[in-house]
């Protein structure tokens, strides 16, 4: 007699079945000391959250993904198979049973307080800052200084906030010798808070890090690195929010050393729209921005980031023959994952092409995240006001310099 194979398949238990998907998709955020608000590392602590996890992987808001899947393909796509999906929706509609601890993966060593592996270096900000309990807070800076007395090439980093709660959002630049920019930021200094914090910035004053709500660490291939300068200094931009009561941060930065010959200088282009203004009421403000490529490159990633009136984001390469091929599409932004959406095939941009960055804002009373629909909405670094930025990283050839790389055409 012929039995369906739905029948022949044992029931899955957690440590055979659920376990490994943890581990793989789940535990880099949900354990001790990282973003999510629960571990769940062990049978103990995954039990009680058994049909909450059914209901968000089966509706698909666990793991968190907000690209279009039609639009390319992603080497950190984190959604799971239909097949997982199932495995672990009858698991849970079997009573969520353990099964036999000698069945149970390893588990997963993650370097205490890391995700990158234990750095080889850690620069953190030199004091705390005191967070007040109310009201606004300017962006504060700290200089930081590397004491590299030679180039550094960094194949790993991550930049860890001391306290989650308090910490909308961390920049780290890096300031060159020569540099003008940011002079009353002094290093090793205390927390400089800022509104006029570009007078002065160049090229050559990079973008190189940052954290986010739900962006991890990166950790670039074998031939991959970010250049830190010899003499270069660090400087921590931080935007922290009041939350009713007075805290404080120190806020840290961690960097593994490439060990191997460097192929390819990976850069952060901001391609973003500073000159936004959203009219009161306006369901559909729509917004663009170009980077001219001075020269031949790869798009490796693009992490996207508005404010609480985000409602959808696009970025495409445009090639010189005007050709236009799409990189990623978010129909629905949520701005509490901002995450960086790595390319599964980099694609290569000749000379002559640009980066667009396309984004639609939604000011009306219907968007529940409003703070104020009556409002016009500017370019602004509190969390009421908008930013439309995409965060494109690129790879270069290892000598290239960042003055070249922003000229624009005539």
Request: charged share 25%.
């Amino acid at each position: 007699m012929m039995f369906p194979a739905l029948f022949l398949m044992a029931a899955p238990v957690f440590h055979k079945d659920i376990e490994p998907l943890l581990q793989k998709h789940c535990q880099q955020c949900h354990r001790a000391g990282e973003a999510a608000p629960m571990p769940l590392t062990t049978y103990e602590q995954v039990r009680p959250w058994a049909k909450a996890i059914r209901q968000a992987v089966v509706q698909g808001t666990m793991p968190p993904w907000h690209a279009d899947p039609s639009v390319g393909k992603f080497a950190n796509d984190s959604r799971l198979a239909p097949a997982e999906i199932e495995s672990i929706r009858q698991w849970v509609d079997n009573g969520a049973p353990r099964g036999r601890s000698s069945d149970a993966p390893r588990p997963v060593r993650f370097a205490s307080g890391w995700n990158i592996g234990q750095p080889d270096a850690i620069f953190e900000m030199p004091v705390d800052f005191e967070i007040p309990a109310k009201g606004d807070i300017d962006y504060i800076h700290f200089a930081v200084p590397t004491n590299f007395t030679e180039d550094r090439w960094i194949q790993s980093m991550e930049v860890r906030p001391g306290n989650r709660a308090n910490v909308h959002h961390i920049g780290v630049y890096l300031r060159r010798k020569g540099s003008t920019w940011l002079p009353q930021v002094k290093a090793g200094g205390e927390g400089t808070p800022l509104r006029d914090r570009l007078t002065g910035r160049s090229a050559i004053d990079e973008h190189f890090a940052m954290y986010l709500p739900g962006y991890g660490g990166e950790i670039l291939a074998d031939g991959q690195a970010r250049k830190i300068p010899a003499g270069a200094e660090l400087i921590f931009q931080l935007h922290y929010i009041s939350t009713g009561k007075p805290a404080r941060d120190r806020s840290r930065i961690g960097f593994v050393f490439a060990k191997q010959p460097v192929r390819e200088l990976i850069h952060t282009v901001p391609v973003g729209d500073p000159a936004i203004v959203i009219p009161p009421g306006d369901p559909e403000y729509k917004s663009r921005a170009n980077f001219f490529v001075s020269m031949p490159l790869r798009v490796l990633g693009i992490a996207p980031h508005m404010h609480l009136r985000g409602k959808s984001f696009a970025c495409d390469s445009i090639l010189p023959d005007k050709s236009r091929q799409a990189l990623l599409s978010i129909p629905k932004y949520d701005r509490n994952w901002q995450r960086r959406y790595l390319l599964a095939d980099p694609p290569s941009l000749p000379k002559g092409s640009w980066i667009q960055c396309r984004a639609v804002f939604d000011n009306s009373p219907n968007n529940p995240w409003n703070p104020d629909p009556a409002a016009t909405v500017r370019w602004g670094d509190q969390t009421r006001d908008e930013m439309m930025v995409g965060y494109v990283d690129v790879a270069l050839p290892p000598d290239a310099q960042p003055e070249r790389f922003y000229s624009r055409p005539k």
